[in-house]
């Protein structure tokens, strides 16, 4: 388990490769990555992350950079990444006895939308706010919809392998020890009806492309009338409703939930519009990012999420059952 304090001990020397003068580190987040934040002597603050062992290939890495880039330079505000006083974006460190990437990027200020709502617990705050994240999300989608990688672009893919396959990007849910033999085999036998909807579905570009894949309330950052984006680790290749099963997932159990649908597939039609059969896909893709949850969370013990797996589990063979 990683211990956020035993690892600055271990990587705050490698600051000098950016030749920075720090004034203060602080331990800012921990999730699939470590984040702390880099107060220069100037008063210019950073975030320095740590990457999680094994979880991207340098090349990988690479390309999230190349797509960030093109998202930058296409107008959307997220962080900007500092290259060291060599070059490079991403420095490979030995940590705990192992190799990881290390990436100091820009500190952008605002709050997150979950952060926001919590202040202000105005529904009618709440059903804004979404509605902008989704014209936010369709903008992005047809950037994607246009742009095209280089030759040498590599990152996952969040398809039908990609969740359900031999070795599903965020692992094996199925065989998460919160899952009983009989929970495990009712799982397995609705997941043919999911596969045969995405096939159905299919991977043309006016459906299917870089997404961010993990663009909740948390990973939303507003600044006045400036939302900007952060966290583009599990972005990759998958379908654009995913996105938004994403978003809408953490507010399913709300009474509200058509209400808060309604915000931000309104958000999201200001730019692209979806079809009444795309719109009827978006429960399954919310189910489908509850089996993928059990799998990332059942991967990070340090998280001590334990029981909340046990709860999602319980839902989702629940919700499975109408997959038979």
């Not at 919160?178 to 995405?198: D, G, P, V």
């Not at 509200?256 to 309604?262: L, T």
């Amino acid at each position: 388990m990683d211990n956020p304090v035993v690892i600055l001990d271990q990587v705050k020397s490698s600051l000098n490769s950016w030749a920075l003068a720090v004034s203060d580190i602080t331990f800012a987040s921990q999730s699939d990555n470590i984040v702390f934040q880099v107060t220069a002597d100037t008063g210019t603050r950073y975030a320095f992350r740590i990457h999680r062992p094994d979880y991207h290939t340098f090349q990988e890495l690479i390309s999230e950079h190349e797509w960030t880039n093109a998202l930058t330079m296409a107008g959307f505000s997220i962080p900007g990444i500092i290259p060291t006083t060599d070059g490079d974006f991403y420095l490979p460190l030995e940590v705990n006895g192992g190799s990881r990437y290390a990436e100091l990027i820009e500190w952008l200020d605002g709050k997150s939308i979950h952060a926001m709502t919590q202040e202000n617990p105005s529904t009618a705050f709440l059903y804004a706010s979404l509605e902008s994240l989704g014209q936010l999300m369709a903008t992005l989608h047809e950037h994607s919809r246009q742009w095209r990688p280089g030759k040498n672009f590599v990152r996952h893919r969040l398809d039908v392998d990609g969740f359900f396959g031999a070795e599903p990007f965020w692992g094996r849910y199925w065989e998460s020890p919160f899952i009983n033999k009989a929970q495990q085999q009712l799982l397995l036998t609705s997941q043919h009806t999911l596969i045969e909807s995405l096939e159905a579905l299919g991977y043309t570009p006016n459906v299917f492309g870089m997404i961010h894949a993990d663009l909740h309330e948390w990973n939303v950052l507003c600044n006045g009338n400036t939302m900007h984006i952060i966290d583009f680790d599990d972005a990759g290749f998958g379908w654009y409703l995913y996105d938004i099963a994403v978003a809408l997932f953490e507010y399913q159990s709300r009474t509200d939930f058509e209400e808060i649908s309604e915000a931000m597939l309104r958000g999201y039609g200001k730019v692209n519009t979806l079809t009444n059969a795309q719109r009827a896909l978006i429960p399954m893709f919310i189910h489908i990012r509850a089996r993928a949850i059990i799998g990332w969370a059942t991967a990070r013990p340090e998280l001590n999420n334990a029981e909340r797996i046990k709860k999602l589990v319980h839902y989702t063979c629940q919700e499975a059952s109408a997959y038979l």
